[in-house]
């Protein structure tokens, strides 16, 4: 019987200069989505430079274009749940991974307090600009790519499951919190209740992984385990 992919190993703490590097990019990310979200696309690299209190020198070292400047801000959401997804338990006695999918996704979406609800404002703002600019629109659909990406390994640990399957698996579930997002920006709603997108993503996470039954348990372990009684019986799957 196949045994699950093992947990991949911590990564080595990023260094001082790193994490200071990481800290301007994000800050620069925060003045650069206000500044999109209050101006659209009249903003020049010279703007978010000027307000984010560095030299447009060093905005080009970070940044390659006005539009790039918002990646930070736009990932950091999502890393942030791909991390909790990543620390969560595997294994026969885990709780099963749409279970896990779910909350972690709802956690993500929900702010936790000021700063995190002012990031999905301006999130919204980014969104509501995007069709009239396309490079913007590139960034992203772009950190999604990369996030559905990271995602893989991620579901490959919890699900045991084939390449093919757990990358259905990722593109499902990404595509949940890409599309909560983007329905809750396009209305006025605030980001609570059933139609936030922490509460939109319950419904959509539901109905595109309706046809994954390797998040209902660990393919890896048990439920690899009771795939092969099944077949015994028939191949048929049981009812949910």
């Known amino acids: 019987m196949p045994t699950p992919p093992p947990r991949s190993a911590a990564l080595p703490r990023p260094s001082l200069t790193e994490r200071r590097k990481a800290e301007t990019q994000l800050e620069i990310a925060r003045t650069a989505a206000a500044l999109f979200a209050e101006r659209g696309t009249a903003v020049t690299a010279d703007d978010i430079a000027r307000a984010s ?3 447009l020198r060093t905005f080009y070292r970070y940044f390659r274009t006005k539009e790039d400047a918002v990646a930070p801000l736009l990932a950091d959401g999502v890393r942030q749940w791909i991390d909790e ?3 969560a338990p595997a294994g026969p006695d885990a709780p099963p991974v749409r279970e896990t999918l779910e909350r ?6 929900t702010p936790a307090d000021e700063p995190a609800a002012e990031a999905l404002n301006w999130t919204r703002g980014l969104l ?5 600019d396309p490079a913007l629109r590139a960034v992203w659909h ?5 996030s ?9 640990r919890l699900t045991g499951t084939e390449p093919l399957e757990t990358r259905l698996a990722a593109a499902a579930a990404n595509t949940a919190m890409r599309v909560a997002v983007e329905e809750w920006a396009a209305g006025d709603g605030p980001p609570e209740g059933p139609q936030g997108p922490a509460g939109l993503v319950t419904r959509y996470m539901r109905a595109l992984t309706a046809g994954l039954p390797q998040l209902d348990g660990t393919k890896g372990a048990a439920g690899r385990t009771a795939g092969g009684e099944n077949a015994g019986r028939g191949g048929t799957h049981p009812g949910r």
């Open 128 to 132: 509501r600009v995007m069709p009239d």
């Open 148 to 156: 559905e990406q990271a995602l893989m390994p991620v579901l490959a």
């Open 85 to 87: 997804l990543g620390a």
């Open 53 to 55: 209190g560095v030299a």
């Open 142 to 146: 772009r950190v999604h790519h990369d």
């Open 104 to 109: 972690t996704a709802r956690r993500s979406l």
